[in-house]
């Protein structure tokens, strides 16, 4: 999806290059829009995993419904797999010529 994006926003990051912005702001963008999306997937996503785990209770064995430990490492695990997911189209983002880009409609 985030690569969809990327590709589908070629003319206004090429602008953006075109207007002075760096590789690295580039690709600060794109990380943003991921943080964003991370942000609020966690949210939704802890959120009805607390709400699963009560109805759930009695298949739990060893766990509690509500153990922060196993929801922040399922949170984090989420988010180094979704950022390192991140770092292919911020990259082929931060390397998009300029002048490509404005030619390229």
Do not use: K
């Amino acid at each position: 999806m985030l690569a969809y994006n990327v590709a589908g926003r070629t003319r206004d990051i090429g602008i953006r290059m075109a207007l002075g912005a760096d590789a690295g702001r580039v690709r600060g963008l794109v990380a943003r829009e991921v943080a964003v999306m991370l942000g609020i997937g966690a949210a939704v996503g802890l959120g009805l995993a607390a709400a699963a785990s009560q109805v759930l209770q009695s298949m739990l064995f060893g766990l509690e419904p509500s153990d922060p430990v196993v929801y922040a490492a399922s949170a984090a695990v989420l988010c180094l797999i979704a950022m390192a997911a991140a770092y292919v189209p911020a990259r082929r983002a931060s390397s998009v010529d300029p002048l490509l880009a404005l030619r390229h409609e």
